[in-house]
């Protein structure tokens, strides 16, 4: 994942911005938030995006979801960080810029997505995932230039993913800098999340929650609704997902050596055992234990 931080902010900054801009548009032309005619859009399926924080099971939805026929995966891939690169560079990437982006500018971000993705995926697999943990700060960004995409959000219990974060070693890059201690996790979780639900607030994009602890308990029935969502059949191939991940050549993300293993729970409810250690992360995660259904004991 390597994403350097200043840029992240500055997405994170613009983004809100840039949801807020396209909501109002939306609400002034009645349509969705985007200067794009549905109907002119490229002929392939747009991408689904797989998102979540840190060590939320994103690897693991990943290897269960490559394991369909229909779909393949491209892990951490800079396909988004390649728009945003472009727009820095062609106009300041600036929300007045932005704002002057007309159908063909957003259709030409779309080919340059495509073409920077063309090497990373099997286009002969109708359904393309886009796996990268932090696209959770760009989705204004994406949905302005894919109005139909969907989004997967992993979610697993906030304490047991900050204290997953700090117990696991991740390559040296700016944004893991954040992930040092419990409180610098827990703090990084709060910004990451505050930042979604502002989000989510102004666009309504069309996502998938999907709990870490759901798909541990009950695969096939966590599994199902994303089928759905995509338009997909049931394939038993997901319930045989290790062999996926034994097959792949290289597994990117610090999980390698989990997702071979059956679904296992001694992950669950982990930091119950750190307590002490996890309480002054409290101010910043009981918000979200509470959004996200888990109760603060």
């Known amino acids: 994942m390597v994403i350097e931080m200043e840029r992240r902010q500055l997405s994170w900054q613009r983004g809100r911005q840039l949801a807020e801009q396209l909501a109002q548009r939306r609400l002034s032309r009645g349509q969705a938030p985007s200067a794009i005619d549905p109907g002119r859009e490229s002929q392939r399926r747009p991408p689904v995006f797989l998102m979540g924080f840190p060590r939320s099971g994103t690897t693991l939805l990943d290897t269960i979801l490559r394991s369909h026929p229909a779909i393949d995966v491209a892990e951490e891939k800079p396909g988004i960080a390649a728009l945003e690169i472009h727009l820095q560079e062609t106009r300041g990437w600036s929300i007045e810029q932005f704002a002057r982006l007309d159908e063909h500018d957003l259709q030409d971000l779309q080919q340059l997505y495509w073409q920077g993705m063309a090497p990373f995926w099997d286009s002969s697999q109708p359904v393309l995932i886009d796996k990268l943990p932090l696209h959770i700060c760009a989705v204004p ?141 409290d101010r910043f995660l009981a918000a979200w234990l509470d959004h996200w259904g888990y109760g603060f004991e």
């Open 141 to 281: 960004l994406i949905q302005a230039v894919f109005p139909d995409a969907t989004f997967l959000l992993a979610i697993r219990n906030p304490r047991d993913t900050v204290l997953s974060c700090v117990q696991q070693t991740f390559a040296a890059n700016d944004a893991m800098l954040h992930l040092r201690s419990l409180p610098e996790a827990a703090r990084f979780y709060d910004r990451v999340m505050t930042a979604w639900l502002h989000v989510q607030r102004q666009l309504d994009p069309a996502v998938q929650v999907i709990r870490y602890e759901d798909l541990i308990a009950d695969l096939p029935a966590t599994i199902q609704p994303v089928l759905d969502r995509l338009n997909l059949p049931w394939d038993e191939r997901l319930i045989a997902f290790q062999r996926t991940a034994r097959d792949r050549d290289l597994i990117n993300t610090p999980s390698a050596a989990q997702v071979v293993q059956p679904l296992y729970s001694s992950s669950i409810n982990k930091w119950r055992r750190y307590r002490h250690y996890l309480e002054p992360c």
